[in-house]
């Protein structure tokens, strides 16, 4: 059993940064496939990145490639999504989420979520 809970969310003008972090509970966070994804208001959730257990590999979805980063930390059981170049369309609220087993894309793969934290990017 593995509970998230993500912070760093909030209010910033288009161009400018944050950074999200999920905090994961449980010993055996560095097992898990993490992943971030994001659902804006009207829309289905989508996959924004992940990072396999290690971290040696990362995968992006176009949108965010090259403006977004995603890392982590096992010895602090923490996953980070760092965002640069903020666009409006980022817009959303962003989910993290850990798979055991392969990385996917798909939002019905992933095991355990957490509740989410709010982006909102003004142009």
Known sequence: QVQLVESGGGLVQAGGSLRLSCAASGRTFSSYVMGWFRQAPRKEREFVAHITWSGARTYYADSVKGRFTISRDNAKNTVYLQMNRLEP???????????????????ASWDYWGQGTQVSVSS
């Open 89 to 107: 369309e980022d817009t959303a609220v962003y989910y993290c989420a850990a798979e055991v087993g392969s990385a996917s894309t798909s939002p």
